[in-house]
Structure formats: structure tokens, C-alpha cells
């Protein structure tokens, strides 16, 4: 058996913090241990408590004065994408058509899959991400190479081949027969293997005839312990075009709630322009509404409303999410910089602990994983991210005036990023040391 | 006579880039040269050439595959506040009281000034930024602490010591007389000294009475070559103050234009929410509208409207700028990135070239300054920046596809960040190599 203390400050939470003092919501040791065996937490405590208990002879790694929170959580990318992330000029439907459907071509080459595979999740480990809901491309091989890579590193890990048969370029087209038959593969190969899960990935709405959305619907009630992620409401051109596709649907939502799509496995990006109807019955059905903030930006979207999601009298299950390559940033920190400008430009703050709990337990209840990631609670798997505050000058100058753990929070998100994460740990091993640079 | 050839590729804006495509709008070398003389560009172009007109012996630093502009310039910062960046949750009003304005009394103390000083143009020089427009404190010792440093490093720097009478705590409050005896010393030591300029600075209309704003008046009229910088229609709580105060000005804007303060000189950092009156004298004066992209969103004041402000039919003269400690970063790389994005949310795109003219060139016309700095031609300081758009991982990565100069610019704003400043040249002198890390 492998045994290992991780000493560190130690931030956990428990609820979502109401407001910066909110110590009730969290966790918290300043000179903290986690007794790490086989990949899990064993103990976590003091490190003087979790030292004793673990007896002679284990190695300490010692990460003082550096914060130890679980790895962050990703709720959306696209791994395909990361070759054209950044393109310009173009909002949603324009930047698909001309940049991202021909860069997904490239990945009917499995071995360009397997490369970019690898260059994506070595991101995600260099900016402390240790899972993600990912998009691969039409093309089974993507999937194939992305859960292979993913398995090799033994990172938990959602993906799923995108189901598309419309308004694509021929090469990026499946059948409503093929999509199914794929997906069903891959979901008999992958989900449930090591730490690994799938998700049924209708594209969205656009891309999938009435005939798909069937056989999504069909997957999704054959396989309910499957994920399901889609797109919904992300831009206006967007919603009018799935609405003139599906004029009976009554609205965008509506169309995914007629194929029986809606559920607390469910995760759909972006959900910026919601009807109360809409808001309603994602509400209703447990659905998440997943925030990408860098993207609704960056393709000048629009501002997803998390607080009035939040605290409507039905609320939303929310989760955060880099939306690479429509979002520009892989990392969460980055991500929830933005995200608390969106929501100012709504008119209110987010607190730092709640963009914390956000990409850690947040996004892990979001995805129903709370039992395995999200927390340092005992018997979770050990997937951390050590966070350095001191990172950069400019960071270390401000660092001096900070003297809450709330200060320290938003400095990270403020002004840090991958420079700030000092080491990611994958199931109790180190994950970023060994990165080429 | 000290002499030295850099040599990488070349680009400097002759105009405003209408498209990712125009290239009538700027000068490119592939493999460029520059002969710089005692600071500054005595020769430009083919890098074959320049080396011929040098003769033998001239040491040169070869810079290729790197991209090499002229400095980037910031418009409008604040030196004090390095310690307050990144402060949580307030919004404009409230984030001076809370945060800005107990900060800025720590400048009582010169050493604490010559520390900041010193920390700031270390990020100036780490991020490319060879010119900046800063706000001082109340204190005069905080505006010769900041000259001092930058007359050191031989930096074109503008500066003065904020004008502040009211609605601010005793400690940081003048007076109408002594902010004009403070104001007219400084100009009388500093202003035209090396490369240094000043800039009378009230820094607002909230925090100077009209007394005071009567003695920015004469030392306007007074000094008709200093600059003149302010804060104006950042956000709707500061509007509705500002004009509760000067209810007979009209508007805000009106209340500058009372005691002379609009003109080609005078810059005026947020200009969100001007109204057509506002901006149309604006226009006819000359005075500059400073864009401030990371401060609209954290501080959640509002979107700068650049292309409607540029494209109405009577233009506003247009600057960007990072406005450090309300905006959260340093680089002017980072601050186009957000330019774009509020761009975006206006329902524009502004393309990569122009974003890299405004700060470059554009923002030389904005401070009148063409004749020294912002582009490469002969005779203009050497004021450079060096950079890499393979500086990181994912940046490589994304390089990989990138087939046109306008590409590769808007990869650098959008993924780019002090990493990838390979090298600032002060005056045809390497600065940033020599920074400690």
C-alpha cells in the first residue's frame, strides 16, 4: 500500500459561503495533513494529528505556506478546439463554420487526436484542473483517444463523442444509426473504467435532426448513470435558428425536454438567455446551467445571470467551466476572474469563497461526483491543486496588505494562473512536476 | 557614441488597421533591422541594409523569430494602489473609500513611495509598457519619488500629483493654494527633465471643490504643455454626485469645460456614459476618451463604447489604458484581450492590428507624442518591446496554425500575458533582463 502526508494550508468546503467570513461554510487548517493512501484520502486533519495517527516513516510532502484545495473542476470544454482558440473576430454560428468544424476535421487522424489529447490534459494539470466534462469530436477515434489518455494518467475524467448530422461539413457529419451505435461503444468500453465516465453529447440542437435527438434520448434511457452535456441558449442567432428548426419545441429548452434530455445528470453550457419558463424547468428536471464565463465573453454572447439563477425561487444547479477553445483560458482561475466581472456587469459580486466552492464541491455536486472529488473529505479521491499566492512579483507586493484567507482567495483568481499553481496531484500522485516546460 | 543593431521583425503602425488584412496601415520587416544611437532609432528597415549603412564592428542583438513594436503606453494607471489591486466586492465610490483612499495615505512616507515607485516600473518594464500616464498621490513626495525613479531609468514617464480638497480623508486633502504651490513646484522641477513630463491632476470632480478646480484652471493656462488628466463617467453613482455638486455645469462633462480643462492635452480616463452632448464637445476639443477594459469589468462600471466613440460623426480622440488598481493587470496584452471582449459586448469586434495600433502609435497620438515614441521611424527613442508568441505551452501549440501576422497579434492579446515579452528596450537600453524574477 502507498502512503504519503501532504502538509499545507488546507481549504475545503462544506456549503456554499454566503458571504468572505463565512468560516461556517468551509474548512480550514493553517498548518493542515492529509494522509494519502492509494490515491485516497485516508485522514485528514492537523498535520501534528494526521502525523501521529499515520505512525513512523511516512514521506511528508511539505507544501507550506502554500493553500491545498481539491483540483479544480472543468463543467465544459472542447479538447478538439485548442489549436484554434483565439480566433477572432466572429460570434457563435460564424466562429463554428469558419474556425472550429474544420479544425475537428484534423481528428479523423487518430494520431493527431492522441497528440492533442495529451497537450489537453497536460494543460489541465498545469493549471491544477483534475476534471473535466469534455467534448471530443464526431469522430469515434477522438473519444478513443482522449479516454486512452485520460486512463493513462488516472485523471476522472467525462468525455464523449459529439453526436451531429446537420448543419456540419460533410466529414463531421454522423447518422442518427451511427451516432447511436458510436456512442453505445463507447460507453460499453469507457464509462465506469478506472475513473473514467461518458457523456451522451449531442452538439446541440443545430446539428442534430429530430431522428438524433431520438437516439440521444434512447441513450440517455438506456445508460441513466451516463452524463448527458449539450449546448443550450448561448446566443440570439443561435436561439432563433434552433427555434425555426423546431417550431412545435415552444422554446430552445423545450427542445431538449421533448427528447427526454432534461436531468439531474445534465449539464448544459452556456444557458445565458433563459426565459422564466426555461430557467423553470431546468429548475424543475435538477438540469445544470453551466457558466462559461471567459467564452460569453470572448464571443461577446452575453452575461450569464449566475445570482438570479442562484436565488430564484427555482433555482438552478450552476457549475463553472472554461468553454476552450470558445473560451480563452484554461485555466479556473482565470475563469473565475471573469466570472466575477460577468456577474458585476450584472449588477452584483461573487464572494472569492463562493467562486472557490463553485469550481471545487460546486461543480462537483453539479455533477453528482461530491462522493469521490470537490472536498478533502476522508475517503475522497486525493486529486488536489497547490496554490503558490506569491507566485509572481506583482502578486507577491499585493500579498503583503492581504490578511484574510478570503483576501488571499481573490488574489489568486485576480491575478493568478497557471504560474500560481505549484503542484497538481492526480489520485495522490504529482501531476505537474514532471510537465515539459 | 553608443551604437547597436536589433534585429527580429519588425512592425509599426502608420494609421489606424481598418482590417486584419490592411496592410497599407503599417510597416513590416520580416527580417528587420534598427540602428539605434544613443537611445534612439537612427535607421530602420531590412536588416541586410541597416547592417550595410552600419559598417563593421556595431554589436547586434538578434532578437528573431521574436516581433519587435515599439513600447507599449498606458494611459492611465495609478502607482499607488499596486497594494490595493485585486480588493473585493466594490464597486467605484466605495472602492476609493474603502480601499484606495487609506491605501494612498501610506505616502506620507518617501520611502514607502520610492518602494512603490520602484515595484511599479519594474511591471511597466516587465510588460513591454515604456510610457505611462500615472496618477500620484495627494502628497507631493509621492510624485518625486515617482519622477526620481523614472528619471533613473531614463523612462518617458508622465505623471503628477493628484488635486484632492473634499470627500476624501483629511490626510489626503489640500487645499486649492497648496495644491497649486505643490503642482506648480513639481512642473518647475520636473516637467520636460530628461523624458519626463507632467500632468496636472484633479482627480476628479467629487474630490476637488471649485476653488480648486479653478486653481487646475491657472495652471492649465499657465502651463499650456503639460498634460491635464482626470477621471470622468466612470459609473452612475459618480455621475449623479458629480453632478449634484456642479448643478449648474449641465452635466459632467460640463464641469471640466467650466474651468477650462477639455483641450488636446487633457485626458479623461472611463468615459463610459457620456451622452451625445458630452461627447460632441469632447470631440470638438480635442480631449482624449481613455478606454480602461479590465477596470470596466471588475469594477463593473460599464462598457466603453470604442467603435461608436471612434465612428461618430464627430470622433472622440481614443487611448487605452489599464487603469492599475481599479484594473487588474499590468500588460497592455492582457488589457487589449479585454478590450476586445467589452468590444464584443457592444456588438463590435475590433481586429488585432488596430487593438496593437491604439496602444502603440494611437496611443502616442493620444498624448501628442509621435515625434518620440510609438512607432519605429528614424529619429524616434528606442523604446521597444521584444515578443514571443511561442512564450508558453499553449501558445506553441495554438502557433502552430496561425498563418497570418494578424493571428499571431491576436494570439498574443489573447493568450499572451509578461511571459511573453521577451525583452523592453528603454531607450535602445535592455530593461527588463536585468529585473529580479
Known sequence: MSRRIIRGRMLSFEAIPQAPDDAAAYWYEADGGLLVEDGKIARRGSFAEVSAAAGEGVPVDDHRPHLILPGFIDAHAHYPQMQVIASFGAELLEWLNKYTFPEETKFSDPAHGERIAKAFLDEMVRNGTTTSAVYCTMRRESAEAFFAEAERRNMAMIA?????????????????????????????????????????????????????????????????????????????????????LFPKAGDYTGVYERYGLLGPKSLFGHCIHLSEREADVLSE?????????????????????????????????????????????????????????????????????????????????ALSLTDGIGTLDEGSD????????????????????????????????????????????????????????
Open 285 to 365: 428536471t435538477g438540469s445544470v446551467a453551466v457558466f462559461c464565463p471567459t467564452s460569453n465573453l470572448f464571443l461577446g454572447s452575453g452575461l450569464f445571470d449566475w445570482q438570479r439563477y442562484r436565488n430564484r425561487a427555482k433555482p438552478l444547479r450552476t457549475a463553472m467551466a472554461t468553454d476552450v477553445g470558445g473560451g480563452t483560458n484554461y485555466s479556473m482561475l482565470r475563469t473565475m476572474d471573469e466570472g466575477y466581472k460577468v456577474i458585476a456587469l450584472n449588477g452584483e459580486k461573487i464572494n472569492p469563497l463562493a467562486s472557490f466552492w463553485q469550481v471545487t464541491r460546486g461543480n462537483a455536486e
Open 160 to 244: 464523449g463523442k459529439v453526436m451531429m448530422d446537420r448543419n456540419a461539413p460533410d466529414a463531421l457529419t454522423d447518422t442518427p444509426q451511427s451516432s447511436y451505435d458510436d456512442s453505445k461503444a463507447l460507453i460499453g468500453r469507457w464509462h465506469g473504467r478506472g475513473r473514467l465516465s461518458y457523456a451522451i453529447t449531442p452538439r446541440f440542437a443545430i446539428t442534430s435532426t429530430p431522428e438524433q435527438l431520438e437516439m440521444a434520448q434512447a441513450l440517455v434511457a438506456e445508460h441513466p448513470d451516463c452524463y448527458m452535456q449539450t449546448h443550450l441558449s448561448e446566443n440570439h442567432a443561435e436561439i432563433a435558428l434552433a427555434n425555426a
Open 382 to 437: 486525493a486529486d488536489l491543486v497547490v496554490l503558490d499566492a506569491n507566485a509572481t512579483p506583482a502578486m507577491r507586493l499585493r500579498m503583503e496588505t492581504v490578511g484574510t484567507l478570503a483576501e488571499e482567495l481573490f488574489l489568486l483568481q485576480t491575478l493568478g494562473d497557471d504560474r500560481a499553481v505549484a503542484e497538481t496531484y492526480v489520485a495522490g500522485q504529482k501531476a505537474k512536476a514532471g510537465l515539459a516546460g
